[in-house]
């Protein structure tokens, strides 16, 4: 697209603030040419930007710590970055009740420190180690423990978010019980920013667990593996449960890791006697011994990879009765699996063979949408190189849901300058 | 077109026997469980499948009439009564459960199953249906989708938006539509979160895919006695603050006490007791057994005289019962109870609660407080004569009073009985227009014409019904 | 606004101000779950009786539909957080509706005939019944079932076997207690009972007896009038109460004992149908298995093999309140495990004479309750009802089931007939 004009640049700054516009530098995501990073201090400041951007009709693509850039069909029609990195902070902070309202473009890692500082715990736990909250829940991303957090869209009790007309909007609450008109908050969170910037979150923590033990263990590559991983993450005190491909579980457990099968990593956490209890049950089932949480952190770390302009990573959400079917058919196209066998969820790491690799890509395809569909579930292409994404919608076949998303992105962004191109259908 | 055409267009659809259109059978549908409001439809249809449901949309729409799901009636914010004359489309006959997966923890049912039916049905599994609202004897899992109801459980296992995997819904067009997934992920937008708690102004869901849960290992049920409401409730915050999160935490008040114990529901409750908690644990043996000490220690601390832990399942449901028959207890003091919905942050309900006492001593007015402690939803209940004008008068006062008293104390207006018609004009207590209107957005890419369940959740002056109703079909003969 | 209620419903208008319009009833209320009607429903009928007692409707055919539509299961009475009477409601309406002429027609006469004529009239019935096993005996009821028309046919196929004469021979008047002496009981002989299931009586006799109570049936008493009072003929059965209340009066029995659910728990609006002076005998009534339970059962010795299901008559469960006194009694017998089947406090059906008079509801209701029984497949299924007795047998024959019905008392008559 071409560049931003004077007058465009000159209105953002009057929106945003003199000191929150750089056009000093370009960026490119997906092909897309971004002139200038518009970073604005506060959420007043963010809803003068974007009222401006829909006057000028000037698509953003919006970033926090850039962590969840990879994710989204290439950007169209996009000119600059809307930063939220200038709404950071723990805005309040309820140590009775266990909720926190947080903004946006707070890192992860900063909120977390807070919130355990007045001793609850923060529920997320996605890879990327710059990952915002506004990142975290615009993604919907989870990490290993997000089998005992719950799902971003479940912890979520109200937002504050920026619609692309540049309205700012309020919805539900700092209770956690409440049906005071439309769960509004459900549509922002994973809607990857297609719908409204979000600039603030009352989130519902969790308390600290007396105790927290890791374990790891091998499973041999049999029928019976992933049966075996699935009844370990059903285990109540299990707060996460990651099963990894033997060809990749040396990035996590260089000692441990088996040749063949897999790798099993169960985290516990709860009160110390039924963690306790659950641990001799994990030693005596499956020869798990305990380890130090190091593991895990590899495991998220490894769940996130790219690898660059070879590399795909698809994500499946499958019915857990299904996942050998859906494991044998991805490693048929030669996957590499890092499985959480308690929820669905299969990140699947195909290599291509050459940039550029259509047939490769093509085949990765087929053996992820085979095995999604086979898996009653689908598939979502998380992580590739921008030419790749060119070919096929990476969030897979379109549904029903596809025709309404496309309804309410012309009512909540009508000039669609909000990550337009990247969600669903292109919208 | 008339409204004899409508009637002929519908039996049409459903059969002579389905659609109800006599004055007197349409009159037991012009008002659910909130007796206050009502309104008479033109019709009710009863479908028995989802390609009937979606055929009685497309003819509403023919005929220019606004239509209503309603499950069994039970709600209390008038969310089944239909405004604009419309049609009532009952969907009390698509009953059934459909299909039990245990293995991948789902079931497959239809919206007009009642909700206590679901967990009793998939029980030989070890497995039950989580949310579980003080009606679930006779609420339906549709009804449960529109309102995003809670109960007793919801601080531990949340509510129905938490449970639901998939929908099968007729959008206002008449087209069938599937969002979610059973895999619980979705790969789009969450529109599964917007339809649930839509109170059925979205579309009419036809088929509804639970999330179950396995049954706990282990469950304890405790009841505690403190001299006052104030005592409870810090017992209750010591309880949460230590990290412990209870499967159930009840508080019913020393007006409830007195009623129940007077009424036929006795539980051998002292007499002079100010509050009883309830409290229920459930999870590994070990934990829970842990938690119990625990409880003891947060009770005495706040001044419990006593703290009983039930033996045996006879003695658990003796517990429950001076809960659950605060209800029954306060519906024979007279003609008429409204059952209020509130919520506040859990911290401010001691102030709340007096500031609420206050209202209805000064309004004149019979109250009782029943509370789901641990999440800070409050149910103030007001025993009254519908027929009295000037009694009803003050407790819609009454009413509006307290809504104020939870929003200004950071609370939300309702907590699960969603807004329908009772609580329309309050929800500008706690949204600005620009907020409501955000809502409006969303209900025009479901129904941008205003023909599902028009009338409920916004404000009157201004909004969504700015398309001025017209009195179309049968004009109800006034409450 | 309403106006206040005036006219002939006027009278149970407050009755109808104790529901709180929670909807806990409809769940449990039969017609609800075969039709999802509001309008077929305790609260929707609630709502219309209220309405039309305040002039909001006129009363009409509706009512008239629902009020006899409704089983009288008396189930939304026991669900219901409110306490709301809903049988006496019920009644009420059936009686203004009759009042009202607002049903007619030639069923109806039979009906009426049948009710005042035919039931309170001990000879008169026996000769009909006479009659009857003749028909059954040749098989005429079988021919004409098959040149009946299709309502009537229903009728024949839903007439009872009669027993053989000999199986109806009269009661003893009077039968002395065995072993140690707890009391003397009255025994309520009822106007089917002693034609349709004499070996009912007779073995309710033989276990009070070795219960230690001696057993009185004084001839003077007659038709409880339940019937009656659920037809819409309130004033017929207040006359058949007076003359019951009399009969018991000068017998100087500790209790009334009745092993028919429908009559006790008409017997036990005595109180309500004649203020003052049948309190007294209301206050005496029991169930034949909740006095036992009272008292203690002398647990016999004897073996009865197989399994049961207990199914609650509504008019004991719902209508008397005793649940768990039959289960019990049943319990204490070697060799008979108690069986549980889905729903056992349900409805089977045959609510009096409502087989007869709404046979595709009755049969859907019923369709529900042997499925649940089917499912449990037991060798005998107990209940303390004669109409329900009838019903299951009926079911149990089209289910093509294997299990024997009988009353409880039967079982225990049973095991202490086989001791060692």
């Given at each position: 697209?071409?560049?931003?004009?004077?007058?465009?640049?000159?209105?953002?700054?009057?929106?945003?603030?003199?000191?929150?516009?750089?056009?000093?530098?370009?960026?490119?995501?997906?092909?897309?040419?971004?002139?200038?990073?518009?970073?604005?201090?506060?959420?007043?400041?963010?809803?003068?930007?974007?009222?401006?951007?829909?006057?000028?009709?000037?698509?953003?693509?919006?970033?926090?710590?850039?962590?969840?850039?990879?994710?989204?069909?290439?950007?169209?029609?996009?000119?600059?970055?809307?930063?939220?990195?200038?709404?950071?902070?723990?805005?309040?902070?309820?140590?009775?009740?266990?909720?926190?309202?947080?903004?946006?473009?707070?890192?992860?890692?900063?909120?977390?420190?807070?919130?355990?500082?007045?001793?609850?715990?923060?529920?997320?736990?996605?890879?990327?180690?710059?990952?915002?909250?506004?990142?975290?829940?615009?993604?919907?991303?989870?990490?290993?423990?997000?089998?005992?957090?719950?799902?971003?869209?479940?912890?979520?009790?109200?937002?504050?978010?920026?619609?692309?007309?540049?309205?700012?909007?309020?919805?539900?609450?700092?209770?956690?019980?409440?049906?005071?008109?439309?769960?509004?908050?459900?549509?922002?969170?994973?809607?990857?920013?297609?719908?409204?910037?979000?600039?603030?979150?009352?989130?519902?923590?969790?308390?600290?667990?007396?105790?927290?033990?890791?374990?790891?263990?091998?499973?041999?590559?049999?029928?019976?593996?992933?049966?075996?991983?699935?009844?370990?993450?059903?285990?109540?005190?299990?707060?996460?449960?990651?099963?990894?491909?033997?060809?990749?579980?040396?990035?996590?457990?260089?000692?441990?890791?088996?040749?063949?099968?897999?790798?099993?990593?169960?985290?516990?956490?709860?009160?110390?006697?039924?963690?306790?209890?659950?641990?001799?049950?994990?030693?005596?089932?499956?020869?798990?011994?305990?380890?130090?949480?190091?593991?895990?952190?590899?495991?998220?770390?490894?769940?996130?990879?790219?690898?660059?302009?070879?590399?795909?990573?698809?994500?499946?959400?499958?019915?857990?009765?299904?996942?050998?079917?859906?494991?044998?058919?991805?490693?048929?196209?030669?996957?590499?699996?890092?499985?959480?066998?308690?929820?669905?969820?299969?990140?699947?790491?195909?290599?291509?063979?050459?940039?550029?690799?259509?047939?490769?890509?093509?085949?990765?395809?087929?053996?992820?949408?085979?095995?999604?569909?086979?898996?009653?579930?689908?598939?979502?292409?998380?992580?590739?190189?921008?030419?790749?994404?060119?070919?096929?919608?990476?969030?897979?076949d379109p549904s029903d849901e596809w025709r309404l998303a496309r309804s309410l992105k012309s009512r909540f962004d009508p000039a669609s300058v909000l990550n337009a191109g990247r969600f669903v259908g292109g919208i | 077109m008339s409204r004899s055409e409508l009637v002929a267009a519908l039996r049409g659809i459903v059969g002579e026997s389905q659609c109800l259109a006599r004055p007197e059978e349409l009159l037991p549908y012009e008002c659910d469980g909130l007796t206050l409001h009502g309104a008479m439809p033109s019709a009710v249809v009863l479908p028995r499948d989802t390609e009937e449901v979606a055929r009685v949309v497309r003819a509403c729409r023919r005929f220019g009439v606004p239509f209503v799901p309603r499950g069994a009636g039970t709600g209390l914010s008038g969310g089944a009564i239909a405004m604009e004359g419309g049609v009532v489309i009952e969907c009390s006959r698509l009953d059934r459960v459909l299909a039990i997966d245990a293995e991948n923890r789902l079931a497959v049912v239809q919206p007009g199953l009642v909700n206590a039916v679901l967990s009793k049905a998939v029980a030989p599994h070890g497995l039950f249906y989580a949310p579980d609202p003080s009606s679930q004897a006779a609420c339906t899992i549709g009804g449960n989708v529109g309102e995003n109801s809670g109960g007793p459980h919801t601080l531990k296992y949340g509510t129905t938006t938490n449970h639901i995997l998939a929908l099968q819904m007729v959008l206002p067009d008449g087209d069938v539509v599937r969002i979610g997934s059973p895999t619980g992920w979705n790969a789009g937008p969450d529109l599964l979160g917007a339809v649930i708690g839509g109170e059925g102004t979205l579309g009419i869901v036809t088929e509804v895919t639970v999330r179950l849960s396995p049954i706990p290992e282990a469950v304890e049920t405790l009841l505690a006695i403190f001299p006052d409401v104030v005592a409870a409730c810090r017992a209750v915050g010591r309880i949460i603050r230590s990290g412990l999160v209870p499967a159930a935490l009840e508080i019913v008040d020393r007006r409830t006490i007195e009623a129940v114990e007077a009424s036929v529901y006795a539980a051998g409750l002292p007499r002079d007791a100010g509050a009883v908690l309830l409290v229920e644990l459930d999870g590994a043996r070990p934990a829970v057994d842990r938690q119990i000490e625990r409880i003891r220690e947060a009770a005495g601390a706040e001044s419990a005289s006593r703290v009983d832990v039930a033996r045996d399942a006879a003695e658990r449901e003796r517990f429950w019962r001076a809960r659950k028959g605060a209800f029954g207890a306060m519906g024979r003091l007279a003609p008429d109870l409204y059952v209020h919905d509130a919520v506040v942050p859990r911290a401010k309900l001691p102030e709340v609660l007096e500031r609420v006492c206050a209202i209805a001593d000064r309004h004149r007015l019979r109250l009782s407080n029943v509370f789901h402690a641990g999440d800070g939803n409050l149910h103030p209940n007001i025993s009254f004569d519908r027929r009295d004008a000037d009694e009803l008068a003050r407790v819609i006062a009454a009413g509006r009073e307290i809504l104020e008293v939870c929003v200004a104390a950071g609370g939300a207006i309702s907590g699960e009985h969603g807004i329908g018609v009772e609580k329309r004009e309050y929800m500008k207590l706690v949204y600005s227009d620009a907020d409501l209107e955000a809502m409006c957005r969303l209900r025009a890419a479901f129904d941008p014409d205003l023909v599902c369940n028009p009338g409920k959740v916004f404000p009157t002056t201004r909004f969504c019904i700015e398309a001025n109703p017209k009195a179309r079909g049968y004009d109800g003969v006034p409450l | 606004m309403s106006a206040p209620p005036e006219g002939p419903l006027a009278a149970l208008h407050p009755g109808t101000l104790d529901c709180v319009h929670c909807g806990l009833c409809l769940p449990v209320c039969p017609t609800y779950r075969e039709t999802g009607r509001e309008t077929s429903s305790p609260r929707g009928r609630i709502y219309l009786m209220r309405a039309t007692a305040e002039g909001r409707v006129p009363l009409g055919d509706l009512l008239a539909e629902e009020a006899y539509l409704c089983l009288g299961c008396r189930a939304c009475e026991t669900a219901c957080p409110s306490g709301v009477r809903f049988g006496r409601l019920v009644e009420a309406t059936r009686a203004v509706v009759e009042t009202a002429g607002l049903r007619q027609g030639a069923a109806k006469r039979i009906e009426t005939w049948a009710l005042r004529e035919l039931i309170p009239r001990p000879r008169r019935l026996r000769a009909a019944f006479d009659a009857l096993r003749v028909a059954q005996v040749l098989r005429l009821d079988r021919l004409a079932a098959r040149v009946l028309p299709s309502g009537m046919r229903e009728l024949a196929e839903a007439a009872p076997s009669v027993p053989a004469r000999s199986a109806r021979r009269p009661l003893p008047e009077r039968v002395d207690a065995q072993g140690e002496r707890r009391g003397r009981v009255g025994l309520f002989v009822g106007c089917i009972m002693p034609e349709l299931f004499g070996d009912v009586h007779r073995a309710t006799i033989e276990v009070l007896a070795r219960n230690g109570f001696e057993v009185v049936a004084p001839r003077a008493q007659g038709c409880c009038g339940a019937l009656h009072a659920h037809a819409g003929d309130p004033s017929f059965a207040h006359d058949l109460a007076r003359r019951n209340v009399e009969a018991f009066r000068d017998a100087g029995v500790d209790a009334i004992v009745v092993n028919s659910a429908g009559c006790g728990a008409a017997m036990r609006e005595a109180g309500h149908w004649l203020p003052g002076t049948g309190d007294a005998f209301a206050a005496s009534v029991r169930d034949v298995c909740e006095l036992l339970d009272e008292v203690g059962l002398r647990a016999p010795t004897g073996r009865v093999e197989g399994s049961v299901c207990y199914d609650d008559p509504c008019h004991l469960v719902h209508g008397q309140g005793v649940r768990d006194a039959p289960r019990r009694l049943l319990a204490k017998i070697e060799g008979l495990t108690l069986v549980a089947h889905d729903d056992p406090t349900s409805c089977c059906g045959a609510a009096g004479i409502y087989n007869l008079t709404h046979r595709a509801m009755s049969n859907a209701v019923l369709a529900r309750k042997m499925e649940a029984l089917a499912a449990a497949d037991p060798d005998w299924i107990a209940s303390g009802n004669p109409g329900c007795l009838m019903q299951l047998q009926a079911g149990v024959a089209r289910a093509g089931l294997r299990a024997r019905v009988v009353h409880p008392v039967e079982l225990l008559a049973r095991a202490y007939a086989a001791a060692p």
């Open positions: 697209m071409s560049a931003l004009a004077p007058a465009d640049l000159d209105a953002l700054r009057r929106a945003a603030g003199e000191a929150a516009v750089d056009a000093s530098a370009a960026r490119e995501i997906d092909g897309a040419k971004l002139h200038a990073t518009v970073t604005p201090g506060d959420a007043d400041a963010l809803a003068r930007t974007v009222a401006a951007l829909a006057e000028r009709s000037i698509g953003c693509v919006i970033a926090g710590g850039g962590t969840r850039l990879a994710l989204g069909n290439p950007p169209r029609d996009a000119r600059i970055l809307l930063s939220t990195r200038g709404l950071s902070g723990v805005l309040e902070l309820d140590a009775e009740e266990g909720v926190a309202r947080i903004q946006a473009g707070t890192p992860l890692a900063t909120a977390r420190t807070a919130v355990e500082e007045a001793g609850w715990e923060l529920p997320f736990d996605p890879p990327g180690a710059r990952t915002t909250l506004g990142g975290v829940l615009a993604s919907g991303a989870v990490g290993p423990r997000h089998l005992g957090y719950g799902r971003p869209r479940d912890l979520v009790l109200g937002l504050d978010v920026v619609l692309g007309d540049g309205v700012a909007t309020r919805c539900g609450g700092r209770v956690v019980k409440n049906v005071t008109g439309y769960d509004l908050m459900k549509l922002h969170v994973g809607a990857c920013g297609a719908f409204g910037v979000i600039s603030a979150a009352w989130l519902r923590l969790r308390p600290r667990p007396e105790s927290e033990r890791l374990f790891a263990a091998t499973l041999p590559d049999t029928p019976d593996a992933i049966p075996r991983a699935i009844a370990a993450a059903r285990v109540p005190t299990v707060r996460a449960c990651v099963l990894i491909d033997a060809r990749i579980a040396p990035a996590v457990e260089p000692r441990r890791a088996p040749a063949l099968g897999w790798l099993l990593l169960v985290e516990c956490a709860g009160d110390e006697a039924a963690v306790a209890r659950d641990a001799l049950r994990f030693a005596s089932e499956l020869g798990a011994e305990e380890t130090a949480g190091g593991a895990l952190a590899r495991a998220r770390a490894l769940q996130g990879e790219t690898f660059g302009s070879v590399g795909l990573r698809f994500r499946l959400a499958v019915l857990p009765s299904r996942l050998r079917e859906v494991a044998r058919e991805l490693h048929g196209a030669g996957a590499a699996l890092l499985v959480h066998p308690g929820s669905g969820l299969v990140h699947a790491r195909i290599a291509l063979d050459a940039e550029t690799d259509g047939a490769g890509l093509d085949r990765a395809w087929l053996a992820a949408r085979t095995a999604a569909q086979g898996g009653a579930g689908h598939v979502v292409l998380e992580s590739a190189p921008g030419w790749a994404k060119a070919v096929r919608d990476v969030f897979g | - | -």
